[in-house]
């Protein structure tokens, strides 16, 4: 676990404001475009930076690019997220606080990422400056991260570009514990705005009431995925296909849970749902 604990004091911890954009709202159907952190301490400020545009190997969706202004050509050429992805978790090292404005959402897509990767996912904290705003803001009308951003008088501006967002995030947090008096980094914990990044509440609980062959199918994956075997499935998708397949990893994301392997049909990476497998044979 992170070397921070709840006595520690904010001065004492270094924080990683960070933010996504993407092509959709889906974690499973959709892909990383822009990752971005901004790591600073609580007393000095900015310390360093980091921001990738990630080709998500898929089209861009028009009314997507509406919002963020990520386009096809703007990503087309960059690293995919397969070369982003380690890269950042090296940058946040092992004993950063992690910040997100409703991070759930961020936090999501990375934890889905990771897992198509085979990586292990980080322990350390995040703090979601969503939770935070409700709790220092309550006349809040809205606690999107603009309005925070606008009420608070802060700089404003630039809003859904992931680097934009974690300079809006970072200040946000300084402020708003700032106004509340929060020394230690237990008051945080206190009001509920404290999770970590490998936390899932619900993976368990969906294993659990998988039906018992959709359990022996996660089973037989795993073992492929130990083993990195080929195997040989029937998957009962848009219609009843058989195909063969490198399974990658198991994914857990709202309230299902996903078989990513690399489809020697397609010659490309696929996502299924598990207990849409009908059958398995080969491992």
Known sequence: MPKVTYNSNLNDITF??????????????????ELSGVKFSYDNGKVETFSELIDPEMP??????????????????????????????SFIGADSVLIAHNAPFDLEFMRVNIARLG??????????????????????????LKTVVEMLELPSGGYHRALADS????????????????PCFENLCAIGAVTTFNFDQFAEQVADALPEAAKKTMEKIQKAIDSKLVVEI??????????????????????????????KMARAERTFRIDRIESLSGC
């Open 234 to 263: 029937t998957y009962n998708g848009a219609v009843v296909s058989r195909r063969k397949v490198q399974p990658i990893s198991l994914i857990h994301s709202r309230g299902q849970i996903y078989l990513t392997a690399f489809c």
């Open 16 to 33: 990683v404001a960070f933010d996504v954009e993407t092509t959709g709202l889906s974690p499973v159907a959709n892909r990383l475009v």
């Open 167 to 182: 300079e809006h995030v970072k200040e946000v947090f300084r402020l708003l514990t700032a106004r509340s008096h929060f």
């Open 60 to 89: 861009i969706p028009r009314e997507v690019t509406n919002i963020h202004g990520i386009t096809d050509r703007m990503v087309r050429g960059k690293p995919n997220a397969a070369a982003v992805i380690p890269k950042f978790l």
């Open 119 to 144: 990586l292990v996912c980080p322990e350390n904290y995040v703090v979601d400056t969503l939770v935070l705003s409700r709790e220092v803001l309550p006349e809040a009308p809205r606690h999107q």
